[in-house]
């Protein structure tokens, strides 16, 4: 008998559209070098060209192929959103199961948590950002994965709440069971779901965060071909009727992240039936 998740989830066709909108973003990121036509980094013709046969995006006021950074900025949102969501999720899982396990632990967490989320994320991962004297990536990872650390300990905490509270929890414990073998063997395989669902989520938000600090000056370093430092230089050339510097790396975060979300949403209806139109 066939999955009756995976199959509201091919029903779903804002889902289906998502899966599509990731799988080319995926695509130009891990094709880069061969799909854009000249260096990102290296001077492809003179500044300012408009779109054309050769240079289909136009070039920047540098003289860099818009069309090359675009996809090569693919890759780097990528690898800032998985390793961001990565470090959250590393962090953020254990202390959500803890905290729904522990009553103590949970006071403590929680408290943190709260102080946490009183700030707006972006915010936030600027304050963090802002500690580190040089710009670069791994600056933008670690803000960025700290500020969705919160997130992962209350999604898990509750679903760990609702699972402690089930009969097989209590069978284990009747057996015997420690309360790490319970926690990784029994109650983390069952909170699979909502973790999945709320990491692809926050890939689209962490694509949006990254690009917001690249665009407020505290992202990649200057030169580089990532989106939110695409979107800081075309703003200066708006007003000159240059906006081909602008809409390519604005459409690109636009899309990216309306992918990951639709793909999100797609995966929360399958999973959890309460939550489907």
């Known amino acids: 008998m066939k999955d009756r998740r995976w199959i509201r989830f091919r029903r779903n066709k804002g889902a289906l559209l998502g899966a599509a909108v990731v799988a080319v973003v995926v695509v130009a990121a891990v094709a880069a070098d061969w799909i854009a036509p000249f260096d990102p980094e290296s001077r492809a013709g003179r500044p300012r060209v408009p779109p054309g046969d ?7 006021d540098v003289g860099f192929d818009v069309f090359s950074r ?28 803890l905290a729904g396990w522990y009553r103590r632990v949970d006071g403590i967490v929680m408290r943190a948590v709260d102080v946490m989320l009183a700030f707006p994320s972006i915010l936030l991962a600027v304050a963090i950002a802002g500690i580190f004297e040089a710009r670069s990536l791994t600056n933008v990872i670690v803000a960025v994965g700290i500020v969705m650390v919160p997130i992962f300990i209350r999604q898990v905490r509750a679903a760990t709440l609702q699972v402690k509270s089930l009969e097989y929890v209590a ?25 999945l669902v709320l990491t692809t989520l926050n890939l689209g938000i962490a694509i949006l965060d990254a690009a917001g600090l690249g665009f407020l000056g505290l992202g990649a370093p200057p030169g580089s071909p990532e989106w939110g430092l695409m979107l800081t230089n075309g703003m200066e050339y708006v007003v000159h009727d240059l906006q081909w510097m602008l809409l390519p790396p604005g459409l690109a975060i636009s899309l990216t992240v309306l992918g990951f979300n639709l793909l999100g949403d797609g995966l929360r209806d399958a999973f959890d039936p309460r939550h489907t139109r």
């Open 54 to 60: 050769v240079h289909w995006f136009g070039t920047d």
């Open 70 to 97: 675009v996809v090569h900025g693919a890759r780097l949102s990528l690898i800032t959103a998985l390793s961001s969501v990565g470090i959250a999720f590393a962090v953020g899982v254990p202390l959500g199961l």
């Open 171 to 195: 069978a284990a414990r009747a057996l015997g069971a420690s309360d790490a073998r319970i926690l990784f063997r029994t109650v983390l395989p069952n909170c699979i779901a909502p973790i």
